[in-house]
């Protein structure tokens, strides 16, 4: 059980136990907020999270053997891909840090929203967990994987990968965008060299805007 008094000893408590789940089941919480999506037995959302997540790991690695260990901000420049920012007023469900615009080849970080992390982390002294500077090229990174997979034919996260039936006669496939998000949060882990969830910063968003408490912070609740 969570601690449930919310001062900064508890919520370093809380984040300690959630950095500690695996990376599977912080993507199990992502698949199933996917609200477009389809309900998955246990065996497909194994089987989604495990591909997921080898297509993120090879194409971080294509992209290492193409252009070497880059900033964000050079593999940027090499790909051609524009960045800019906006200061987007934080409302839901816009609640968002980075989006890529495939028609323009431009990715846009929302200050609002990464400031807001960044000093969640500092007012409750989770640097030693999450430093703080680790969140902009995360960001980035993400937002560079939904590029590659709009440069990737058939990619494994766009693609129609679940076998389903209409009026439980006619089968066909459909994709599941929640994969989509596990490689791309995948891909930045991998990119960053971090050892812990970047699905953590959505869980710190919504505790310091005050939409989820801080007992339900562990991916499993």
């Known amino acids: 059980m969570m601690p449930a008094k919310y001062d900064t000893e508890a919520r370093r408590q809380a984040v300690q136990m959630a950095l500690e789940c695996s990376d599977a089941v912080w993507y199990q919480r992502t698949l199933k907020s996917d609200i477009c999506g389809c309900r998955l037995s246990r065996e497909e959302e194994s ?3 495990d591909s997921a997540m ?25 790909m051609n891909i ?12 816009y609640l968002y840090m980075g989006l890529y ?12 929203t990464l ?7 500092r007012e409750n002294g989770l640097e030693v967990f999450t430093p703080e500077e680790d969140i ?21 996260t766009r693609s129609s990968m679940m076998e389903r039936r209409f009026l439980g006669i006619f089968p066909y496939k459909r994709g599941l965008s929640g994969a989509s998000e596990v490689g791309a949060v995948h891909f930045s882990k ?12 959505e869980r710190y968003l919504l505790i310091a805007l005050s939409l989820v408490s801080i007992d339900f912070l562990l991916p499993n609740l």
């Open 54 to 78: 080898q297509t993120a790991a090879d194409m971080a690695q294509s992209v290492a053997a193409r252009y070497g260990q880059l900033s964000p901000q050079a593999l940027l420049a090499a």
């Open 101 to 112: 615009e495939p028609a323009i080849r431009t990715i846009t970080l929302n200050d609002s």
């Open 190 to 201: 991998c990119m960053a060299g971090v050892s812990y969830s970047p699905c953590i910063y």
């Open 82 to 93: 524009k960045l800019v920012h906006t200061a987007e007023d934080l409302r839901e469900p």
């Open 47 to 49: 089987t989604v999270i």
């Open 136 to 156: 902009i090229r995360i960001a980035v990174f993400h937002e560079i994987f939904h590029a590659l997979e709009e440069e990737t034919p058939g990619i494994y």
């Open 115 to 121: 400031l807001l992390i960044r000093k969640f982390i």
